[in-house]
């Protein structure tokens, strides 16, 4: 073995060398500019704008970091204090004090940013006429005194206090159309319908055709009404009420046609009691393997139920493999978990924390838009984390030289004719 010596002397080093490229984007896209215009949470200017804290906020969730303690990381990184223009990074406990004055007005008022960030950007990024949503929610487990965190449903850690996030993202593009914080105990549908109205507003012109995919939690009739006056389609998984299941016990054999191995499938139009109207419903059953003949006085429990209510035309088979695409929904929630921290930088105020939920998204969708529009569509499917590895996580060392600094990356970097192509399309 060759031994090698180490010391510690090389200066301005940095181990997020692709930041420059990241930066010039979102400087381009006017996102720091924006934020500080239209988000009027109030800071005494000392030595830190609230420009400053905007920058910084978007720089440690590009750069993956989980909690704010990591800020001390910039401290050190010559080549980050340069490019956000600082002499110095804030002390942790300075960014996170800025983060609880945000109220709910506050919070608005960055959706509102994301919103003609959207409205701007996916039009450059996809060229596309109809979009599946795809909206499901996840559990953050909590562990401290967080406002509104409250025990619910979680099957991560039961009985522990929580957040739930309700997500809406893109099936087609990746992107994360919409997102909120709610108390743990909030039941999914809660709110819903107002949520599809935000949603609603954040899609840019020219989209004509939406469909809707949910799971159970999102079957209610409220829902299912607007769905219907705004002209969405939608297939969204039932609850097995007994209602329903009554209802399918009494379809007949014939109306039952092969659908996958040792399974069924058949078609039926039901109105519940508090509904106005008949809708469709399509039933997938699969007999079980064993049957409690005793307790099974109806039949019901000779078969095992999937059903669904939607108002797609088209084959019911192809419609509930349709439905069934919407598991890469589950990815992308474990993407934002994983790779933009999801249940990471949590503050004890419900505000703060909703605040950051919204600069998560933004990030990430500034992110799903860098890739497709300056590396390629190629890439709409990697995550970011292999997105960081490719282009953000380069060594280089930043030196000056005829009043001019140049950032000096690996020669044999891998990607470097792709990074050359980027700087360009952003000088």
């Excluded at 893109?170 to 709110?191: F, M, R």
């Excluded at 409220?222 to 969204?236: N, P, R, S």
């Excluded at 069924?264 to 003949?293: C, G, N, Q």
Aim: aromatic share 16%; glycine share 4%; proline share 1%.
């Amino acid at each position: 073995m060759v031994k090698i010596k180490t010391e510690f002397s090389a200066k301005n080093l940095t181990i997020f060398g692709g930041y420059s490229n990241i930066f010039s984007f979102f400087e381009k896209s006017n996102v720091f500019e924006k934020l500080d215009r239209f988000v009027s949470v109030r800071k005494r200017t000392k030595i830190y704008k609230k420009l400053d804290y905007f920058k910084i906020l978007l720089s440690m969730l590009t750069c993956g970091f989980t909690n704010m303690s990591q800020l001390s990381l910039f401290n050190s990184d010559f080549f980050i204090l340069r490019i956000l223009d600082l002499p110095r990074m804030p002390h942790a406990g300075n960014l996170a004090r800025f983060l609880k004055k945000f109220t709910f007005k506050h919070t608005q008022q960055i959706i509102d940013v994301k919103r003609e960030l959207f409205k701007k950007f996916h039009p450059r990024a996809f060229t596309l006429q109809r979009l599946t949503i795809d909206i499901d929610s996840t559990v953050i487990n909590l562990w401290g005194h967080q406002e509104g965190a409250e025990k619910g449903y979680n099957d991560v850690k039961r009985g522990n206090r929580s957040y739930q996030v309700l997500l809406a993202f893109i099936y087609e593009t990746k992107e994360l159309l919409h997102g909120i914080l709610k108390s743990g105990s909030a039941y999914c549908s809660n709110g819903a319908v107002a949520f599809i109205k935000e949603l609603r507003s954040m899609l840019p012109y020219g989209i004509r055709d939406i469909t809707v995919r949910a799971d159970s939690g999102f079957f209610a009739n409220d829902l299912l009404d607007y769905l219907e006056k705004v002209k969405f389609t939608y297939i969204i998984f039932v609850k097995n009420y007994t209602t329903v299941i009554r209802k399918v016990i009494t379809i007949k054999e014939s109306a039952y046609k092969s659908f996958e191995t040792g399974s069924e499938i058949a078609v039926f139009h039901f109105r519940l009691k508090s509904w106005t109207t008949k809708r469709k419903f399509i039933v997938v059953r699969k007999l079980r393997e064993y049957v409690d003949f005793q307790q099974d006085m109806f039949g019901a429990e000779k078969y095992s139920y999937q059903i669904y209510v939607t108002n797609l035309h088209g084959d019911s088979t192809q419609l509930v493999h349709f439905y069934h695409k919407r598991g890469d929904a589950e990815n992308y929630i474990k993407e934002l978990k994983y790779d933009v921290n999801l249940e990471k930088l949590i503050t004890d105020s419900f505000w703060a924390n909703q605040a950051l939920l919204q600069f998560k998204i933004l990030c990430y969708n500034l992110l799903v838009w860098f890739k497709n529009i300056f590396i390629g569509k190629s890439e709409l499917r990697t995550t970011i984390r292999t997105f960081r590895e490719r282009f953000l996580l380069i060594p280089a060392k930043l030196v000056k030289r005829s009043r001019r600094f140049i950032l000096k990356l690996p020669r044999d970097y891998l990607y470097k004719e792709k990074f050359k192509a980027i700087e360009l399309s952003l000088a």
